[in-house]
């Protein structure tokens, strides 16, 4: 198997365990007697865990390289994944969230920076079908998750099971990557260590980000929670919402690539920042089950590309290490995805699940904004790429 399939089959099997723990968060948060807000409290477990992380992250995947860390990560993250399911407590629940937010970052970041490489020594464009594939492998575990909740398996079963299924397939894939040599130190280099401040550039990148992976994290907390309150959807129905949307991004992602080739990256991302901002608004005036999942759908494909074209975009930019780059990205992405559903918890405590939706709005507003900070230079081609990808500062 090729390296780039190898890469996109090991994007697929990292987010299925995590995606069938969503369909679960409604069981868990009735059998722990949480409201919104109980529970945005409880999921800002996995938000801290990523802080606690990352910045620790970035010098040590340069270091020790991709395929390491994704053999070290996916162990990791299959233990602490299987946990929430296991709180007994709102306050074990919060600790085991940030145990899995720790994990999944370290092994996300691992992900990102061997696409980048693959990218960089092959020539070939595969970051944003890589990012599909991880949505499809997220969609594939929402469903698994709401299949073995429809037959009644409980989560502190089924989750630890899907978990233990995909780790073997998981490390196989992973050893047969090629083995990158670590990054140089930035002492030998000239460029920034990974603990100074980020550049102008990289910043206009994160807070693109920022916005589309909010919205990916309240789709992943929330659409479960929004479609059985608002509409009374039973345990295997409300699992959908999250199905209907991780298939869209996963379809959107699958043609980024080709449609970055074509139109660029900046108009590629204003036009899928309009479906978002669409998406979101045919969520709130939704009046039933199936026009609330075209909804979901429709912001599926709004987000799709958002996340892909900023790796590229940060691994590309020459002031620190790509590994660095990409960590303080996903740092930010992270941040985004983890903190956007307590916000939205806690807005819906105090009034109503759709208001609580309605923040969305705004945060990708300003990521419409910011899509040309995603502009190209033509000088740094990179090898096979029908633009440069060194984003400028606009």
């Not at 920076?113 to 499809?136: N, P, R, Y």
Request: glycine content about 12%; hydrophobic content about 55%.
């Amino acid at each position: 198997m090729s390296v780039q399939r190898l890469t996109m089959l090991v994007f697929f099997l990292q987010p299925v365990a995590f995606g069938s723990w969503l369909p679960r968060i409604p069981d868990v948060q009735e059998m722990l007697g949480l409201g919104p807000a109980g529970l945005a409290w409880a999921l800002l477990g996995l938000p801290c865990g990523t802080l606690l992380t990352l910045p620790f992250a970035g010098p040590i995947v340069g270091k020790i390289g991709p395929r390491r860390t994704l053999l070290i990560g996916f162990v990791l993250y299959t233990i602490a994944v299987s946990l929430p399911a296991l709180a007994m407590t709102p306050i074990i629940l919060f600790l085991c969230l940030m145990l899995a937010g720790g994990a999944i970052s370290f092994t996300e970041l691992g992900l990102n920076v061997q696409a980048d490489a693959v990218e960089k020594s092959t020539g070939s464009l595969i970051m944003s079908t890589s990012h599909g594939f991880w949505s499809l492998g997220i969609m594939t575990g929402s469903l698994i998750g709401s299949a073995l909740a429809a037959i009644g398996l409980e989560a502190r079963w089924a989750i630890p099971l899907v978990a233990i299924v995909v780790l073997p397939i998981a490390l196989l894939a992973s050893r047969q990557l090629p083995d990158a040599a670590p990054e140089p130190h930035h002492s030998e280099t000239g460029k920034r260590s990974a603990w100074s401040l980020p550049s102008l550039a990289l910043l206009g990148i994160c807070f693109f980000v920022f916005g589309i992976t909010m919205t990916e994290g309240a789709m992943a907390d929330w659409s479960a929670v929004f479609l059985r309150k608002v509409f009374g959807a039973d345990g295997g129905t409300a699992g959908l919402g999250y199905s209907v949307f991780a298939m869209m991004v996963a379809a959107g992602r699958f043609g980024g690539d080709r449609l970055k080739a074509r139109f660029g990256a900046v108009p590629l991302a204003r036009g899928a920042g309009l479906l978002g901002l669409l998406g979101v608004a045919i969520l709130l005036v939704a009046s039933n089950t199936a026009l609330a999942l075209v909804g979901f759908a429709v912001i599926g494909l709004g987000v799709s590309v958002g996340f892909p074209l900023a790796v590229t975009a940060a691994a590309s930019l020459t002031d620190r290490s790509s590994s660095a780059n990409v960590a303080i990205l996903s740092f930010v992405a992270l941040l985004g995805f983890l903190i956007g559903p307590p916000v939205i918890g806690f807005i819906a405590e105090h009034v109503e699940m759709r208001i609580g939706l309605a923040a969305l709005l705004p945060v990708l507003a300003i990521s419409l904004a910011l899509t040309g900070r995603l502009a190209i230079k033509p000088t740094a081609k990179r090898v096979g790429d029908p633009e440069a990808e060194i984003p400028g500062v606009y």
